[in-house]
């Protein structure tokens, strides 16, 4: 689905309408949302100056990713949330470290907030299992997910995760539970003694 076809059913706003707001003829609108004709540029800052939402949206085919932005974007803007307080997270981008996340005012908006970064997560995770080349690869992940459906409550799953996840460097050494640290030690060193990584 297009942006537009998309923001308009969110904000209820009828393809007639928008035409007569814009000055042109519902049959743009139409051809815009069908992909057959290009938002003319100078339509583009309008749109984002109406709706509150950015230009690259409108003319896109857009995901759910970009459908839970665009809701966002329609509630901040009907609500003016506040960030309250900042809470501290652990980004694993490209260097890892702590990045600040607002906590708004507005329990919709955490939870809007929320569901963007669980979809991005999802995106990534369906990448990498798309690129399984084998059967052995594809277990893998099989093994993971009942590990997960079964015991993601169980501290050992989670030092493990931590455990390993200093083992191959994708944590860096500053970043550690205390309650973790004695098993990550240990770990590394049964590690280190029977595979040395390249």
Request: net charge negative; aromatic share 12%; glycine share 4%.
């Amino acid at each position: 689905m297009i942006g537009l076809e998309y923001i308009l059913n969110l904000y209820e706003v009828q393809h007639q309408d928008l035409a007569e707001k814009l000055g042109i003829k519902k049959q743009n609108i139409n051809l815009w949302i069908k992909g057959k004709q290009a938002i003319s540029k100078k339509y583009l800052p309008i749109l984002k100056e109406m709706f509150g939402i950015e230009e690259e949206f409108f003319q896109k085919e857009i995901d759910e990713i970009d459908r839970l932005i665009i809701q966002k974007e329609k509630l901040k803007n009907e609500i003016h949330p506040v960030a309250g307080k900042f809470e501290l997270k652990l980004s694993l981008e490209d260097e890892p470290d702590l990045i600040s996340i607002p906590i708004y005012s507005s329990e919709e908006m955490n939870e809007i907030e929320f569901e963007i970064e669980k979809e991005k997560l999802i995106k990534e995770f369906r990448q990498i299992i798309l690129q399984c080349k084998d059967n052995y690869e594809f277990g893998s992940f099989e093994q993971i997910q009942k590990l997960y459906e079964k015991h993601n409550n169980n501290p050992i799953l989670r030092y493990m995760i931590d455990a390993i996840s200093h083992y191959f460097n994708v944590l860096p050494d500053w970043v550690g539970d205390p309650r973790s640290d004695d098993f990550v030690e240990e770990f590394i060193e049964l590690a280190n003694k029977y595979y040395q990584k390249d």
